[in-house]
Every structure is written in structure tokens, then in C-alpha cells.
């Protein structure tokens, strides 16, 4: 049973940014649902990984928040690019690399914490140095951004998108585990591959998906 304790839980620090929150929310909902509900899965599934690592609350709070926000840099992109089903042109390509960027402009003028801010300027950096946007290596790059990369890649995979249809549950494991050591950190590729928790939230998304937009909708009150 997925609890929604640290969703509920963003309050105190997260006062100051309820306001910025609910834009966000509004301008993703109303924007794509596609992309808002995946936001919200992957707010999940990176709090599933960083609870099996033992993070602290706080820290749970900024991964969670991490994940919601990881591609609020697509505001700055048009929806003919986005939900291209196929051959996006490289000049399209390049526009699309460029959102972990816009991310970090747009959070830095939300005054989010550094480490939400670094996680989402680095969530598609990969672990072998072969990412974007700096290329970074191994734990050069921040491990919420190592998380986030990995939750990101298993949501899109196991969830329809405007470029490819969903996969199994079990075809997107078996690609986490060839990618092991070059897109994805081992203990975390691990971590996944045996939580219990991943496959029940999985497995209940589409509910949970809903009761995580009201919880939401209650925060930004
Ligand atoms: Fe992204």
C-alpha cells in the first residue's frame, strides 16, 4: 500500500512556494495531462527510491518536489515538438536537450534549494558521462539527479507517450538492467529491480495518479 505521507508533508519550507507550485500545476495540467500525471508518478517513484536509501524527510521532501518539477523546462517548448510521434528534426532535438537548462533558470527564479535545482538540471545526465546537458560521470552528478533519471526513464517507458507506446513492466526492468553502470547508477538499478514497492505502485498507477492530483490540489490551496 503506497502512502502519500511525504506529499502531505510539504508544508513549512514549501509555504513560500505553494504559489509558484499551483502555476505549475495549472500551466502542466492544462498544457498536457500526459505530462502532469508522469510529473506526478515520477515524484513517486524517486521518493520509493530515496525512502529504500534511507533519506532523511527533508531530503525525501526536495526529491519528491525534484521529480514533480524535473521537465518544467518544456513550458519554454511548443506542443508540435513534444507530442511529435516520431523524427523530430535534429534543430527539434536540440530544442528538446535544452530543457534541463530552461529547468534550472526558471527554479532558480523560484528560489527552489539547490539540490531540487541541481537534480533537475541533471536528470538526463547519464552515469557512463554520455548525457546531457554536460556530459557529467558516475557521482559527479548529484544522486537525486541519479534517481531522477532513473524514475524518469521507467515511467516514460511504462506509460504511453506522444513518441512510443508503453512497454511491460518487465521489458522496461530488463532494459534498466543492460543500461546498469552506463545510463543508470548500479545501486540504484538495483534497488529497483527489487522493490516490491515500485511494482505495487506500478501496478495501481492510474488510481494513485488521481488521489496524487487531489493531494496536490490541496497543497497549493
Ligand atoms: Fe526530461
Redesign the pocket.
Known amino acids: 500500500m503506497i502512502k502519500f505521507k511525504l506529499h502531505n508533508n510539504w508544508t513549512d519550507d514549501f509555504i513560500k512556494i505553494k504559489s509558484s507550485l499551483r502555476v505549475v500545476q495549472m500551466v502542466g495540467a492544462t498544457r498536457s495531462k500526459l505530462r502532469f500525471y508522469h510529473n506526478i508518478r515520477v515524484s513517486m517513484y524517486v521518493s520509493i527510491i530515496g525512502s529504500s536509501l534511507g533519506m532523511t524527510e527533508k531530503q525525501l521532501r526536495y526529491l519528491g518536489l525534484a521529480g514533480f518539477m ?2 518544467i523546462g518544456f513550458v519554454a517548448i511548443n506542443d508540435c515538438i513534444l507530442d511529435k510521434p516520431a523524427g523530430l528534426l535534429p534543430g527539434e532535438y536540440q530544442l528538446i536537450k535544452s ?2 537548462q530552461i529547468g534550472m533558470q526558471i527554479l532558480d527564479l523560484m528560489r527552489l534549494p539547490d539540490d531540487v535545482i541541481k537534480a533537475v538540471t541533471q ?2 545526465e547519464c552515469y557512463n558521462g554520455e548525457g546531457y546537458p554536460l556530459g557529467l560521470k558516475g557521482e559527479r552528478i548529484s544522486l537525486y539527479g541519479r534517481i531522477l533519471f532513473l524514475a ?1 526513464t521507467f515511467d516514460a517507458m511504462t506509460n504511453d507517450m506522444p513518441y512510443r507506446d508503453a512497454c511491460t513492466i518487465d521489458a522496461a526492468m530488463s532494459f534498466i538492467k543492460n543500461m546498469s553502470g552506463k545510463r543508470f547508477d548500479p545501486v540504484l538499478v538495483d534497488i529497483v529491480l527489487n522493490s516490491e514497492e515500485i511494482s505495487a505502485f506500478y501496478y495501481g498507477k492510474d488510481r494513485i495518479s488521481s488521489d496524487s492530483l487531489f493531494i496536490l490540489s490541496n497543497l497549493s490551496r
Open positions: 524535473h521537465d530543457h534541463p536528470h538526463h524518469e
